[in-house]
């Protein structure tokens, strides 16, 4: 069947022609003030409307305002093309093939700016719109109006817009008493569209864990036998997706709730199968994601390779093990077993040097640890990876290793000897996503003396 008419089908059926049904909410019947909307955001939809374009908040910052949250961010969507907003804005730039979208910056908040979408027709070629055989979007850049944009959205809770005329919102498909039922619904075919974009099958669970929202019983039918969709996205994309899930808040609920879907092993297979076989692995990841909470409610930042290190380490031990008891020494066994998980982890999420590096510095220093009764043992506190590897240790230890007498010297001999504290030495406590992140400092390239014969 051909993109057009798996999108005629999707949209003719008598369910979703039903769920088209528009209501307006009034300003005095809803909560969303424009005190609680970010200057940017405000900035950006004036100006488009003072061009003459159409301009409306959408989604998530909608979804969260009306639910009395704080937005992290705000997405725009109008009826001016990406070229017409980016030529608007002169802090702007425009953003990706398979879904274009204009960014405007300012400072450190992004506004995304999307135009409205619709189904596509027979005129559109394959350069605007496409579709793979398994029926997953691989280009989606027709352009439609807000009725025809709601129906392409994926849950109705993503379905709301704050018109800033009059301060409406606007709720299609049931996104507002959804909201009021707290249920995460897909708009048409369940099934239809997990093989638009599987992603949305994470972005159930995050939304779900997130609201604390039930996901509506036909919604959540197809995702276990689907979880194998998942293979067909990008590794750089699903790595994303998975910051999104841990650094939420609620990673341990939401890894749970991974797993009761089938969903958390197409993001780490060897974390998924270690747990199903070890129970040390199950208590080890489980207070990793406890641990990550924890720093995220208090506050505190948290870098992702602290807790992939702790998601991949049971697997790095079983392999590990293998090339020791085949004759290779612990370090270089220890490295060629980095090497082969950091291989296949990447296969299903690709993980960037900047983390990959510090995950083996990590994994390297545990055993360095033991060596207690070495003359050198208090210089590896100035080791620019040791507090994160002193931290690693109190985990093990707190998941079930007998590690209490290494852990009492480790924490007794920082008295003395105080860990390096400097910005580039602390990593383990800032956000991660800075470059450099896990990278030795180039020595200065040497001047070439041109004039030597």
């Known amino acids: 069947m051909t993109l057009i008419n798996r999108v005629k089908k999707l949209f003719s059926q008598k369910a979703d022609a039903n769920d088209v049904q528009l209501r307006v909410i009034p300003r005095d019947e809803h909560s969303i003030s424009r005190t609680n909307i970010s200057e940017p955001a405000l900035k950006v939809l004036y100006r488009l409307r003072k061009a003459g374009y159409g301009a409306y908040l959408v989604g998530g910052g909608v979804r969260d305002n009306l639910l009395g949250l704080s937005p992290k961010d705000f997405d725009v969507a109008t009826d001016a093309t990406p070229e017409q907003v980016n030529g ?16 405007v910056v300012f400072g450190r908040e992004v506004i995304e700016v999307a135009t409205f979408r619709a189904p596509p027709s027979e005129e559109h070629s394959d350069k605007v719109s496409r579709q793979g055989d398994q029926g997953m979007i691989l280009r989606d850049n027709v352009y439609g109006n807000k009725d025809e944009d709601a129906m392409r959205r994926d849950f109705t809770i993503n379905a709301l817009y704050y018109n800033i005329d009059d301060f409406s919102v606007h709720s299609y498909a049931g996104g507002w008493e959804d909201i009021q039922a707290r249920q995460i619904r897909l708009i048409g075919d369940p099934a239809t569209r997990y093989r638009e974009d599987p992603v949305r099958m994470l972005r159930a669970i ?7 929202f039930d996901i509506e019983e036909k919604t959540a039918a197809p995702i276990r036998d689907m979880a194998p969709l ?10 994303e997706e998975s910051l999104k899930l841990i650094l939420a808040g609620s990673a341990l609920d939401t890894m749970r709730m991974l797993r009761e879907y089938n969903l958390f092993e197409p993001l780490f297979p060897a974390a998924e199968q270690r747990m199903q076989d070890d129970d040390y692995a199950v208590s080890l990841i489980e207070n990793t994601m406890r641990n990550t909470d924890a720093r995220i409610q208090s506050g505190k930042s948290v870098t992702p390779y602290f807790f992939l290190a702790a998601l991949l380490w049971p697997q790095l031990n079983k392999v590990r093990q293998k090339y020791e008891d085949d004759g290779m020494a612990p370090h270089p066994a220890i490295q060629k077993a980095a090497d082969k998980v ?12 900047r983390f990959s590096i510090p995950m083996r510095e990590i994994w390297e220093l545990q055993l360095r640890l033991p060596k207690i009764r070495s003359r050198k043992a208090p210089e590896l506190t100035q080791h620019p990876r040791f507090r994160a590897a002193y931290d690693f240790l109190l985990l093990r230890q707190q998941s079930g290793e007998e590690l209490q007498e290494l852990c009492d010297f ?6 003395d000897h105080p860990p390096a504290t400097s910005h580039s030495q602390n990593r383990h406590n800032d956000s991660g996503d800075q470059r450099g992140d896990g990278q030795r400092r180039r020595r200065p390239r040497r001047r070439r003396n041109n004039n030597r014969n």
């Open 230 to 239: 998942m293979t067909q996205i990008p590794a750089a994309r699903l790595f």
């Open 88 to 103: 608007l804005f002169r802090n702007s730039r425009l953003i990706g093939r398979r879904f274009k979208l204009v960014h």
């Open 342 to 353: 950091l291989r296949d982890q990447v296969k299903a999420t690709a993980i960037p040097k």
């Open 206 to 212: 995050r939304f779900a864990v997130k609201l604390g």
């Open 410 to 415: 480790w924490t007794e001999i920082q008295v």
